[in-house]
């Protein structure tokens, strides 16, 4: 499987960051050894002095896409979860100054803890979700907010990459990022649902 990750999602983050909106969107991967499940601790990595949460819906693919047409996107994903999406943000600025990619700073072992799933059908619109660091919520978003919808989203990375089953897609970070440090406790919602629960070590 992978991890297809979306970047600059919501114009609000876009502008914390000091990027333009996107005309398109904006992607890179993960491998699978960027995957944290079952709640598990991230472990702070000794390369970085600066790792950022972005807590970010995960939409899980359930058949295989090549150029899906948008007008039927919606039945190439089953569901839908929070995951984080945990930035070197020191390396990642590093890698831009350079116009180098951003693996260094984005696919490192345990960067996308992720948490459960709701099925697609008992999902609101718009989809409310936040996360909260030692029981404050720090980043909140909704999918009405979304520049490139899901849809939009499957509909352009599978002109470039095969969808298969089983892959995921991290679908972009509101405003509110900011960085980690030992002993802080994250928990991501959807509503009102505790999906993702974790500790920093
Ligand atoms: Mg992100």
Redesign the pocket.
């Known amino acids: 499987m992978k991890i297809i990750?979306i970047?600059r999602n919501y114009a609000k983050h876009a502008k914390e960051l000091n990027h333009a909106v996107p005309e398109k969107p904006v992607f890179f991967l993960k491998p699978d050894t960027a995957l944290l499940t079952d709640n598990k601790p991230f472990y702070l990595p000794d390369f970085s002095q600066e790792v950022h949460h972005?807590v970010?819906l995960v939409l899980r693919v359930s058949r295989m896409g090549k150029a899906v047409e948008r007008a039927f996107a919606r039945r190439y994903y089953d569901a839908v979860g929070i995951g984080i999406?945990f930035?070197a943000r020191d390396l990642q600025r590093e890698c831009k100054a350079k116009g180098l990619p951003w693996e260094v700073a984005k696919a490192f072992d345990g960067s996308a803890p992720l948490g459960g799933f709701i099925p697609r059908e008992e999902l609101p619109d718009p989809i409310l979700f936040r996360l909260d660091v030692n029981g404050q919520t720090v980043q909140q978003g909704s999918t009405a907010d979304l520049i490139f919808p899901f849809d939009e989203l499957i509909a352009y990375v599978s002109r470039f990459i095969t969808l298969r089953t089983g892959d995921l897609i991290?679908t972009?970070?509101p405003a509110g990022v900011g960085p980690v440090k030992q002993g802080d406790r994250l928990q991501a919602y959807i509503g009102e649902r505790l999906l993702l629960d974790f500790e920093v070590r």
């Open positions: 990750c970047g972005e970010e999406d930035t991290f972009g970070t």
